[in-house]
């Protein structure tokens, strides 16, 4: 199964697929099953932050829900990255380091991927 879904994050996204607040391309990969394609020089913060967006915006989840990494680490080159709602089909190992208080489980809400890892693309130019 794992190696369907990364063939699955390999391929291009049809045109119908979500576009995060960042620009990255997001869809729906199961019934808790995020896929982001890949981006090239996108660092894996920005692929959390689509995944978060996409949940919020997409899925219409609460900012409190849980959202864990599917894909184990390191992600191959050129392959996107696979996210859950579900605890249970979490890549071990495969979450962000955390500090702080609250639960260390690997995930970290959609809230806070959306708030601490979507940054403002400000142009170098204008157009």
Known sequence: MRLALMIFLALPLPASAF??????TVEQAGPTEIAVAFASGRADTDYWCAAGDFAQRALNKPVGTRLWRASPKPRGSGSGILFTL?????????????????PRDGAISVGQAVAGHCRV??????D
């Open 19 to 24: 576009t995060a607040r960042n620009g990255m």
């Open 86 to 102: 579900d605890e249970t089909r979490q890549a071990t190992g495969a979450g962000l380091s955390q500090f702080g208080a609250g």
């Open 121 to 126: 693309v400000v142009p170098l130019w204008d």
